[in-house]
């Protein structure tokens, strides 16, 4: 897991790897960072609310088959995303209790 908060801030952060063994991305994790494009490797499950909230460069994302929750406001105020690849495995978008 990714905890809360663990590059909140990383104004310099532009891309960053996922190993598979992470399942889980906590809230406000990359918040007002500038990464440009985030593809999750196989093994993410749940994305946190407000997790990439105010990542003003981040222009498009891929989800992988694992994810199943992604949380409430989790991309709020990503004014340049322009993709958003999603899979069939996804229960539920912007419902945070239901991944607790």
């Known amino acids: 897991t990714i905890g809360d908060h663990s590059f ?35 093994g993410i499950q749940t994305i946190r609310g407000e997790a990439f909230h105010n990542c003003l460069s981040l222009e498009s ?19 340049s995303l322009r993709e958003v690849v999603l899979n069939e495995g996804i229960q539920a978008i912007g419902d945070d209790e239901s991944i607790l």
């Open 8 to 42: 909140y801030g990383c104004s310099f952060l532009e891309s960053i790897l996922f190993p598979s063994t992470v399942i889980s991305i906590g809230r406000h994790v990359f918040n007002y960072s500038s990464l440009r494009e985030v593809v999750l490797n196989e």
């Open 61 to 79: 994302i891929t989800f992988p088959s694992t994810v199943i929750s992604i949380g409430q406001l989790a991309f709020y105020d990503c004014r």
